[in-house]
């Protein structure tokens, strides 16, 4: 399976804990993106890499959130000291450059 | 601030009847557009992406842009059951990729 991987699937945990997860994009694709959905919405920007660098960073994203693609293959989401509000959908997706984007499966995070 | 708004539905149609969809957005420099299905708990797919004013059709799937309007729609001929799903709209403008809330269809045998 070339597709893109996140890993863990399910995530549960009590407020206050740290958590990360991964994300392996599609060897090819040069970019990468993390996003949030929550029930009943659309997939809300995160942040993205082009290769190792971080390119962009959401505004809503708090100082609690960190990502990093330290060798421009796979990448890290870390969100700190949790809270309720945080449980949510974490989608990771690739592209090439001004291509579409092919997401992973997700993974869940609920916090306790 | 970049909105993309879709109806949420529920859109039902009946088998094999036209699915149709709509989103509009609000950047006028968006450059490329998209559509994705999402199935309950799992992840968007995608189905079809345009970047030029007219009609681009794939199979059952059409997808219409008019920049002009701001407009972008998704037709789904010969409708079926497994086509139940929400459908994302997503807009790209400078990278930034923004995605409405979704439209729910229903396919009714």
């Known amino acids: 399976d070339t597709g893109v991987s996140q890993d863990p699937r399910h995530k549960i945990t009590k407020r206050g804990q740290n958590v990360t997860f991964r994300c392996d994009p599609i060897?090819?694709?040069?970019?990468l993106y993390w996003y949030r959905q929550t029930l009943g919405q659309g997939p809300e920007f995160l942040t993205y890499?082009?290769?190792?660098?971080?390119?962009?960073k959401s505004r809503l994203l708090s100082d609690r959130f960190s990502a990093e693609r330290p060798k421009g293959s796979f990448s890290t989401l870390e969100i700190q000291r949790t809270e309720q509000g945080d449980s949510a959908m974490y989608l990771c997706?690739?592209?090439?450059?001004?291509?579409?984007?092919?997401f992973g499966d997700g993974t869940r995070l609920s916090i306790l | 601030q970049k909105e993309v708004e879709q109806n949420s539905g529920p859109l039902s149609v009946p088998e094999g009847a036209i699915a149709s969809l709509n989103c509009t957005y609000s950047?006028?420099?968006?450059?490329?557009f998209f559509w994705y299905r999402q199935y309950s708990g799992k992840s968007p797919e995608l189905i079809m992406f345009?970047?030029?004013?007219g009609d681009k059709e794939d199979g059952r799937f059409t997808a219409q842009l008019n920049k002009a309007s701001q407009y972008v729609s998704l037709l789904i001929r010969d409708s079926q059951p497994s086509d139940s799903a929400t459908y994302l709209c997503?807009?790209?403008?400078?990278?930034?990729?923004?995605f409405g809330a979704g439209t729910r269809l229903t396919v009714k045998p």
């Open positions: 997706a690739s592209g090439p450059i001004n291509q579409p984007q092919h």
């Open positions: 060897s090819e694709h040069n970019r």
């Open positions: 890499f082009q290769n190792e660098a971080q390119l962009e």
């Open positions: 950047d006028r420099g968006s450059q490329s």
């Open positions: 345009i970047y030029s004013n």
């Open positions: 997503a807009v790209n403008s400078d990278n930034d990729m923004r």
